[in-house]
């Protein structure tokens, strides 16, 4: 159980938490949810006692392990599958120490530990964890050196998920996955056998993986149960119940003041006067829930252009002359609003390119409207904007010859005020910058707009802005989204891009979600199953792992066998019949351990074969 009790603590001289309290039952998952810079985060570093509470006191169970995403990991040579073996410490420190130990009651206590934590497993699970987040059976051994920033970070995420912390604080984890990874981190969620912390905006994660909200709002906690929408149907109506109730409390005050006012001077009403000074005093103020800040996305409005806007007549694209995707038949119009659907590497990110001009075909043919205006937003944009020049510089590079003025009104119409359009980029918060990246990519009024993870960092309310926007926008839109919840509310076409083309797909979200989860690939209509399943050759991989290490299990159990053996022939060991009757003990441990690994190997020996 994670207890928060009455804490108090400030940055800069300003108080983030005045005597917040809340209490986290074990195994329950949270969504940790509140306004940009309540302290969300703070709250994550205050449990890790990376920082001191000035009052109150943060406890767990003893010996309870927190587990958080590091940062990033680093670019080293090490395999991803080694680098996520290697987070859970407790195993790798005991699989060192088995290979040095030479104390056959310390090796008993090493080999038991081992199987009370399932280490001979650890490989399959640690491989199962990382297909999930998107990395096939090649890219587990590949060193970590070989991927960008983005797909260390989701490395980092497989290791704490992999370590298993009886508390686990997870900050905005999807805004490094695509749509399937976010999908499989929701259904491991929901089977994760310990506490679960997370800071996200992600409603759907917040819908279907949590059993409870805790809300951090005016300095306190307030913990809800159920999952995101009842909360926030909750606090609407809390805060309905309350602005009413104020107004009549304004009233009431009011009343009273007047009648103070008027008679306070008088003396035969100089006591029914103070009385009512007294009833002011005493009159507790009811404030209701702060409403949530009204966020906008202004997209500039284009002019209306024939249909179709892009046509794509059996055409080919890809890199280098190898084509990713081939016989693409595909038509926008100018009022579509199209989500892309595909495993990641299928090509959805090739698709975008070619939709906006940045790659060509490499046959067929595509024609697109000779007035067409293409605005293009991906994430890694966001980090490639000017960190020590200004959003208003920004803005007046693309707009040289539009005065202050216009260009300030420009960011007020994507939420930057005066204070951040003045700020330097580099200070601005994740936010601040996608709503910067998604100015620069409208400005010219694009007739077809093509957008990349657009949530990555925006806030609860940002996003509902950003679906409000899209769905009043008069351009096309074309969506590459984690967020269900997005493409639910905008997208009114799906388009799956799968095995080198790109359908329509005649189903729902809710449907590909399924499918997703079942771990099934989007199939066209269903064929006969045939009569034996095909397993894949990421599946005989950790088959064969899990033999290994089983086998290795047996070697070093058997080899410690042999020498508590040779102690107990020992004659002289019996005339010390207390020291005798221990070593006993050991070897009747040894001699179950045994026979459950054996047990093991066999198990796994039957899946392999049956495999094969």
């Given at each position: ?95 060192a120490e088995s290979e040095t130990a ?104 917040l819908n279907r993986a949590v059993q ?246 925006l806030d609860m309310e940002s996003r ?149």
């Open positions: 159980m994670l207890r928060i009790s009455d804490i108090t603590y400030s940055v800069e001289g300003r108080p983030l938490f005045e005597g917040a309290s809340a209490t986290i039952p074990t195994g329950h998952k949270v969504g940790l949810v509140g306004r940009n810079g309540a302290g969300k985060t703070t709250l994550f570093r205050l449990i890790k006692r990376e920082l001191a509470l000035e009052g109150g006191d943060i406890s767990l169970p003893a010996r309870s392990r927190i587990g958080g995403v590091a940062q990033e990991v680093p670019s080293s040579s090490t395999s991803l599958l080694d680098t996520v073996l290697a987070a859970d410490t407790e195993r790798a420190e005991l699989l030479t104390d056959p009651h310390r090796i008993a206590e090493i080999q038991t530990r081992l199987t009370d934590i399932d280490a001979w497993s650890a490989e399959g699970r640690a491989s199962a964890i990382l297909k999930g987040l998107g990395f096939d059976a090649e890219a587990q051994l590949r060193p970590c050196s070989d991927f960008s920033g983005g797909w260390r970070m989701r490395v980092a995420l497989a290791g704490v998920l992999f370590a298993q912390p009886d508390l686990l604080l997870l900050d905005e984890p999807t805004n490094y996955l695509d749509l399937e990874g976010a999908l499989w981190l929701e259904s491991y969620l929901q089977k994760y056998p310990h506490t679960v912390l997370i800071i996200s905006h992600d409603r759907g994660l409870g909200i805790l809300h951090l709002d005016s300095k306190k906690l307030t913990y809800w149960t159920g999952p995101y929408d009842q909360f926030a149907r909750q606090m609407a109506e809390r805060r309905a119940v309350l602005t009413a109730e104020a107004k009549k409390q304004d009233a009431r005050r009011a009343h009273l003041q007047a009648f103070v006012d008027r008679f306070k001077a008088k003396a035969s009403k100089a006591a029914q006067a103070q009385s009512r000074v007294k009833q002011l005093e005493k009159m507790e103020t009811i404030t209701p829930p702060e409403e949530a800040r009204q966020q906008v996305f202004t997209f500039p409005e284009p002019e209306e252009l024939s249909p179709p806007i892009i046509n794509i007549d059996n055409a080919a694209v890809g890199y280098d002359g190898k084509a990713v995707l081939r016989k693409l038949s595909l038509r926008i119009d100018q009022d579509d609003r199209i989500a892309l659907l595909g495993r990641n590497g299928e090509g959805k990110s090739t698709l975008s390119k070619l939709l906006a001009g940045k790659l060509e075909t490499l046959g067929g043919q595509i024609t697109r409207s000779s007035k067409l205006r293409i605005g293009y937003f991906a994430q890694h944009q966001v980090d490639e904007l000017h960190i020590d020049e200004t959003p208003l510089q920004h803005v007046q590079r693309v707009r040289p010859a539009e005065g202050q003025p216009r260009n300030r009104a420009r960011l007020a119409g994507f939420g930057l005020g005066a204070d951040q359009a003045d700020t330097a980029v580099g200070r601005l918060s994740g936010g601040q910058k996608a709503r910067l990246s998604l100015l620069l990519a409208t400005i010219d009024a694009p007739h077809l707009l093509i957008l990349d993870e657009p949530t990555n960092h509902e802005a950003l679906v409000e926007a899209l769905t009043t926008y008069s351009g096309a839109v074309v969506l590459v989204s984690h967020d269900m919840h997005l493409l639910g509310l905008v997208a009114d076409r799906l388009w799956l891009v799968k095995g080198g083309e790109v359908a329509p797909y005649t189903e729902d979200l809710e449907a590909y979600r399924r499918q997703l989860l079942a771990g099934d690939e989007v199939e066209k209509p269903a064929k006969p199953a045939p009569e034996k399943k095909k397993v894949s050759r990421d599946e005989v991989l950790a088959l064969k792992a899990e033999v290994r290490k089983c086998e290795d299990r047996l070697e070093k159990l058997n080899d410690m066998r042999d020498r508590l053996a040779k102690k107990l022939a020992d004659p002289e060991l019996y005339a010390r019949p207390g020291e005798a009757e221990t070593w006993q003990k050991k070897y009747a441990e040894v001699m179950e351990g045994l026979d459950r690994a054996e047990a093991l190997w066999m198990k796994a020996q039957e899946k392999l074969e049956a495999a094969a």
